[in-house]
């Protein structure tokens, strides 16, 4: 491979692992939160790729996606939380992960009852639909939008959760709820309100996605499945490690699509089993 | 979720039951190849309600075993020319062998790190399976897998009557062995485990030897549905190893409701049979699945062998009261 094309395909990586960071952000949240595993979150991101798409149906160009996806995907989370998730919070976990995975399975097929099972086509807004150049290498205009809005969202993050209140509750949460709840925060609030920024992000993530790879039922499984490795990876319960994780997954995935694309995959699933055995806190936890 | 029950006598008359929904099956059904899809599906289903309801181990990697079997099998009679029984016997033991393998390390993390493992594993399994496309065919999977003879000398199985009567025979045996386990001393640590796995060690057995066991014996019975699904198909299709399996057989044997081996065959047979019957109507069907799942995590925690045990009891009762 030349080092031209390793360029690029690093560059690329780098925009696909803020995606995976904005999509795993949630899950790690909720699941230090409250040790629950939620196999819905491939579905969040699902239903805003799809906002992207009937944005860029109605309008021309899907630029409010990053607006009406985040929305919608929060919306979707906190219904389900609401009437079917909550209940299951004194339950084993192997009740939350069937019932978060039958919420899955709902919103996938609902996606194909009012659309259809096949793959569309999602426009890069015409503005963003140009190569830029950086130093010697050419790169796609959209790519970068997508770098650069990923970026700022996870500064703003960042600041939410150091500098606010809010923020100081969800890290002291994830840490130990327990200890949270003694001090009086009703930590099934927190809950929620995690779980509907948890989904912003997801939902940013797919309008974000929507324009890369298109759109399709099965996306978000897909999506769910990459989420989980990125979580490990980076340590469960990590905010840094997300951001560390969905880099790396993203960059390793990129380069070794052109090298041997079977075998992307097999490592990063690989690489999720060997964190999970040899240092489950994720290479960003706390042992 | 529902535990096998203590005390199971072996055989009980589930045994007799299932016995009976064998032998009648390809005569109520309008053909003998639902009746044979859904009783692959039972044997699959059973391994992941074995795991579940004796050790408690929610398993998102049966389809990877299954998968395995399918495979193994697939490639024995098409590229070795194999005969069936052989075959069948091999595929089961190399999914056993694997599962043993991945459950060393599986079982060194417990809750919701062993459900990561297991679909980690399960989603290597799918991507080697890829990787090594010039053994599996990769996206095409294994085509034109011939119908070879039970065993090498014999007349080869001739028709789909056939294939239903070697399927029969397999998951009756297979139900068997798990009910056999299931009413043994080993059936009784396992399940010891499952409610307090601390109290099991504590008692001087050893917890991870025991679960390592379970997972092989789930193996075994998944690999060995898998290749019974290559044997009746005649051909491997790369779902069979796909992460979405493994799905559909926790779902299988949830609704069934884990609570016996015979509620396996019950979930398996209802998946089966809707799949058949509301796919023409509604292609959506799966959506029902979908709530009908959260709707047995919420409220029928037992699932359908649980309801339907409930059911008899009230009846039982009311005939004891009006009499």
């Given at each position: ?18 995606i995976y960071?904005l999509l795993s952000?949630g899950l ?10 939620n196999f819905a979150h491939g579905a969040l991101y699902l239903v805003a790729a799809y906002a992207a798409y ?15 996806g985040?929305?919608v995907a929060?919306?979707l989370a906190?219904?389900a ?19 978060t995975f039958a919420v899955a399975l709902i919103v996938q097929e609902s996606v194909i009852l009012i659309f259809?099972p096949?793959a569309k ?77 948890g989904g912003?992000?997801a939902g940013l993530a797919g309008a974000?996605a929507a324009?890369?790879r298109g759109v399709e039922p099965f996306m978000g499984l897909e999506a769910l499945g990459i989420a989980f ?59 | ?241 796909e992460l979405e399996?493994?799905e ?38 799966l959506m029902?699945?979908g ?33």
């Amino acid at each position: 491979m030349s080092g031209q094309l390793l360029v690029f395909q690093v560059l690329n990586g780098i925009g696909i692992g803020m995606i995976y960071f904005l999509l795993s952000v949630g899950l790690t949240m909720i699941f230090g939160l409250m040790r629950f595993v939620n196999f819905a979150h491939g579905a969040l991101y699902l239903v805003a790729a799809y906002a992207a798409y009937v944005v860029s149906q109605l309008t021309g160009t899907m630029l409010w996606a990053l607006i009406a996806g985040p929305l919608v995907a929060a919306a979707l989370a906190v219904v389900a939380e609401r009437l079917l998730l909550r209940h299951t919070y004194a339950m084993p976990h192997e009740a939350q992960i069937l019932i978060t995975f039958a919420v899955a399975l709902i919103v996938q097929e609902s996606v194909i009852l009012i659309f259809d099972p096949l793959a569309k086509n999602v426009p890069v807004p015409a503005f963003l639909s140009g190569i830029v150049f950086i130093g010697p290498f050419v790169y796609p205009a959209y790519r970068l939008a997508v770098v650069a809005v990923a970026a700022a969202v996870a500064l703003l993050l960042w600041l939410v959760l150091e500098r606010t209140r809010f923020g100081a509750i969800l890290r002291a949460g994830s840490e130990s709820s327990e200890m949270v709840s003694l001090l009086g925060i009703d930590v099934h609030r927190v809950f929620l309100a995690a779980f509907a920024l948890g989904g912003a992000l997801a939902g940013l993530a797919g309008a974000l996605a929507a324009p890369l790879r298109g759109v399709e039922p099965f996306m978000g499984l897909e999506a769910l499945g990459i989420a989980f490795v990125v979580v490990v990876v980076g340590g469960i319960g990590s905010f840094s490690g997300a951001l560390l994780g969905g880099l790396l997954i993203g960059v390793v995935q990129s380069v070794m699509s052109s090298l041997w694309p079977e075998g992307a995959r097999l490592m990063i699933y690989g690489a999720m089993a060997l964190v999970l055995l040899t240092r489950p806190a994720g290479l960003m936890g706390r042992a | 979720m529902s535990a096998f029950r203590e005390g199971g006598r072996f055989p009980d008359w589930s045994s007799a039951g299932v016995a009976v929904a064998l032998l009648t099956l390809p005569f109520v059904l309008p053909t003998v190849t639902l009746a044979s899809e859904l009783v692959v599906f039972a044997i699959a289903a059973l391994s992941c309600a074995f795991l579940l309801g004796m050790v408690g181990l929610l398993s998102f990697g049966q389809g990877l075993f299954f998968g395995i079997g399918a495979y193994v099998a697939g490639i024995l009679l098409e590229q070795h020319h194999w005969a069936t029984l052989p075959a069948v016997l091999l595929a089961a033991v190399a999914a056993c062998l694997t599962a043993g393998l991945l459950g060393l390390l599986a079982v060194r993390q417990r809750g919701v790190y062993f459900v990561m493992l297991t679909l980690a594993f399960a989603q290597m399994g799918y991507f080697a399976m890829l990787a090594l496309k010039q053994h599996t065919g990769g996206e095409n999977g294994i085509t034109g897998v011939p119908r070879a003879p039970l065993l090498s000398g014999l007349g080869p199985l001739a028709g789909p009557e056939a294939v239903y009567g070697l399927l029969a025979v397999v998951a009756f045996l297979a139900f068997l062995l798990v009910q056999r386990i299931s009413a043994s001393p080993f059936g009784s640590v396992l399940r010891s485990i499952r409610e307090n796995e601390g109290r099991a060690e504590a008692l001087g057995y050893d917890v991870r030897a025991y679960k390592v066991a379970a997972f092989a014996l789930a193996g075994l019975v998944a690999g060995l549905a898998g290749a019974m699904h290559t044997i009746f198909l005649g051909f491997v299709p790369p779902n069979v190893i796909e992460l979405e399996m493994s799905e559909r057989l926790i779902i299988m044997s949830i609704i069934g409701g884990a609570g016996a081996p015979a509620a396996a065959f019950l979930g398996a047979g209802f998946y089966v049979l809707m799949a058949d019957w509301l796919s023409t109507l509604w292609p959506r069907w799966l959506m029902l699945i979908g709530f009908m799942l959260a709707g047995i995590v919420l409220l029928m925690r037992d699932g359908l062998w649980g309801g339907a045990a409930a059911l008899s009891r009230r009846l039982r009762m009311g005939r004891q009261t009006r009499g």
